[in-house]
């Protein structure tokens, strides 16, 4: 059975870059079989998804996080990686690492079947 | 910006059927996807592609979809399944941005 772990820190200074890494185990990150995404949720409040990356670099963002938003997957050690930058109070959430299915007839992303637990960031200084 | 729109609670006694709907402009041609989040817990899928259940998900979970909604149905809800429901969509603008609902809180009691 595939897992997925976030790690990185628990707290990030206003304006620096906020940066996570999934640990995939129980599988082949670059079996190019799936896209690998990021989806957060602030305190209290709804799911937001962030972007996906599939295994050879194609990647999507949500827009209004796109300027800020890196997805890089790292197939030597299993793991992908988000970097947000000039992080603020609004960005303080759980973040969550998940795998996603994607239409083998278009190759696009679907939807996410296996999560992480989560891992929370505080935005403080 | 594509939006999908959820109730924000719904509200059952154990027994009755829940209907938690979502809506949004490309599902005519996009699928929809639920996720029921218990406190504290990663999201866990209970209807993929419209109306197909995981295995493991309870038979009394199903979905469905019609023109510009999709409907999450608990028929005989549990005091287990309250919790927060999500529905789950991409945008047919050629972007594959995904796009989650607001969530909507289903009290059983």
């Known amino acids: 059975q595939m897992q997925l772990q976030e790690s990185g820190p628990g707290l990030v200074k206003p304006s620096e870059t906020l940066s996570l890494t999934c640990t995939v185990s129980g599988g082949s990150i670059s079996s190019s079989t799936f896209y690998w995404g990021w989806i957060r949720q602030p305190p209290g409040r709804g799911l937001e998804w962030i972007g996906s990356?599939?295994?050879?670099?194609?990647?999507y963002y949500n827009p209004s996080l796109k300027s800020r938003v890196t997805i890089s997957v790292e197939t030597s050690k299993n793991h992908f990686s988000l970097k947000l930058s000039s992080v603020t109070a609004a960005d303080t959430a759980v973040f969550y690492c998940a795998r996603q299915l994607y239409d083998i007839l278009t190759g696009f992303p679907l939807y996410f079947d296996h999560w992480g637990q989560g891992t929370l960031v505080t935005v403080s200084s | 910006s594509y939006e999908l729109t959820q109730p924000p609670s719904v509200s059952v006694s154990p027994g009755q059927t829940a209907r938690i709907t979502c809506s949004g402009d490309?599902?005519?041609?996009?699928?929809a996807y639920w996720y029921q989040q218990k406190s504290g817990q990663a999201p866990v899928v209970v209807i993929y592609e419209d109306y197909k259940r995981p295995s493991g998900i309870p038979e009394r979970f199903s979905g469905s979809s019609s023109g510009t909604m999709a409907t999450l149905t608990i028929s005989g809800a549990q005091v287990e399944d309250e919790a927060d429901y999500y529905c789950?969509?991409?945008?047919?603008?050629?972007?594959?941005?995904?796009?989650f609902g607001g969530g909507t809180k289903l009290t059983v009691l």
């Open positions: 789950f969509s991409t945008d047919s603008s050629g972007n594959h941005r995904g796009v």
């Open positions: 490309a599902l005519p041609k996009k699928y």
């Open positions: 990356i599939y295994d050879s670099g194609s990647t």
